[in-house]
Structure formats: C-alpha cells, structure tokens
C-alpha cells in the first residue's frame, strides 16, 4: 500500500518541523472500497464504491482494530461492509482515511489481490488480518 500525497507531506512536516497531523486527534479510521486507483493526490471519495447501502467501515485507531507488529499494520477483526442491495460495482482498491464520509484524506490505498464484482446480495469484507498495510 503507498501513502496518499498529503500524508506524506503531513509526515514529513511531523518529523522535521514537529507540526502535529491533522488527523492525529481522530480515534477512529474509515477504511473504503474503490472502483479504480485513487491514486496519491485523490481523497477517500476517488473512485469510490457507488452500489446500494454502501458505506465505509470504521475501524479504531488502536490495538482493538489493528495488529502492530515489526513494520506491519492489519486488521484485528473482521470488517464487513454493507451488503448490495442494488446497482453494481467492480471494485479493485481499498483505501484507509480520516473520515467516515466525504473527501477524506487518504492515508494508505492498495490493490485488491483480486478485482471483486459486487452485485444484489455480495457483501464485501476482509478476514482478520487480511487488510495488510506494511512500511520499508
């Protein structure tokens, strides 16, 4: 997974001006489910997922919503979005950021391992552990 632009510049600012994130004070992150690559420069709403009942999925920003360990982030439980009632989508990227709904920002975003055709009745989710965000 890469880091959206501004949170690069957000971390460069943390590590060599001592400027606070402006996401830091968030207890919860949003993870979101697209239909192409939101890229570094896109928000949460790039792209974004459009079928019925669709929504993100909020995760606590601690160690009940994530596994930490060495240079590796996954998901503690299982995340389960809402399930289709209408419409359809292909989705093929998955994003975590800063806001339930709306343009938030894009902290890291990745490919699925696989396109996923959501259509009536398909309820999209990651398994414990699967949703793997690993820094080198």
């Known amino acids: 997974m890469s880091k959206g632009n501004t949170t ?4 460069l600012l943390k590590v060599f001006q001592a400027t606070e994130l402006s996401w830091d004070g968030n ?4 993870v979101a489910l697209h239909t192409a690559d939101p890229g570094e420069a896109g928000n949460q709403q ?8 669709y929504a993100r999925v909020t ?9 930490v360990v060495g240079n590796q982030a996954s998901n503690d439980d299982l995340l389960q979005f809402p399930q289709c009632s209408g419409g359809s989508n292909t989705l093929t990227h998955v ?10 920002q894009i902290i890291y975003s ?3 391992n696989a396109p996923l055709d959501v259509s009536n009745l398909i ?14």
């Not at 690069?8 to 971390?11: G, K, L, T, V, Y």
């Not at 207890?27 to 949003?30: C, S």
């Not at 790039?46 to 009942?53: I, L, P, Q």
Request: charged fraction near 15%; charge should be negative.
């Open 8 to 11: 690069e510049n957000d971390i």
């Open 27 to 30: 207890t919860n992150l949003y």
């Open 46 to 53: 790039t792209s974004e997922a459009t079928y019925t009942s």
């Open 59 to 67: 995760v606590a920003r601690d160690a009940t919503g994530w596994d």
């Open 95 to 104: 994003s975590i950021g800063t806001a339930a709904s709306g343009a938030g």
């Open 110 to 112: 990745g490919a699925l």
């Open 123 to 136: 309820q999209p989710q990651f398994a414990a552990n699967a949703l793997t965000i690993t820094e080198d």
